[in-house]
């Protein structure tokens, strides 16, 4: 499964982005996807993850504040982000979960402004 990630972009502490993950093939095959970020200098970590049953999980720190949600027809997942901070800075992937050895997106650029 191939994606292309979109839908970052500058924004102001506190305001809200929406990211959008468009799969090649099949989403709905894959028990679970997931966005990924990297931080300007740091490690690769997941964010947030979406089961086929539309179970969620977040990290701790984007509790409260971001949703990921599929449409299986349109093979595409997204992730809102609210009330975004500073530290919510880093480049977004989508990939499943776990993520293998294949190789990654281009993954969609978030920069927040205090």
């Known amino acids: 499964v191939q994606v292309v990630e979109s839908g970052g972009g500058f924004v102001q502490a506190g305001g809200s982005l929406r990211l959008s993950c468009v799969a090649s093939?099949?989403?709905?095959?894959?028990?679970?996807f997931g966005w990924y970020r990297r931080p300007p200098g740091g490690q690769r970590e997941l964010v947030a993850m979406?089961?086929?049953?539309?179970?969620?999980n977040y990290i701790d720190s984007v509790k409260g504040r971001f949703t990921i949600s599929r449409d299986n027809a349109k093979n595409t997942v997204y992730l809102e982000m609210h009330s975004v901070k500073f530290d919510d800075t880093a480049v977004y992937y989508c990939?499943?979960?776990?993520?293998?050895?294949?190789?990654w997106g281009q993954g969609t650029e978030v920069a927040v402004s205090t």
């Open positions: 990939k499943y979960v776990p993520p293998g050895q294949t190789s």
């Open positions: 093939g099949d989403v709905a095959s894959i028990d679970r």
């Open positions: 979406i089961s086929t049953s539309g179970t969620t």
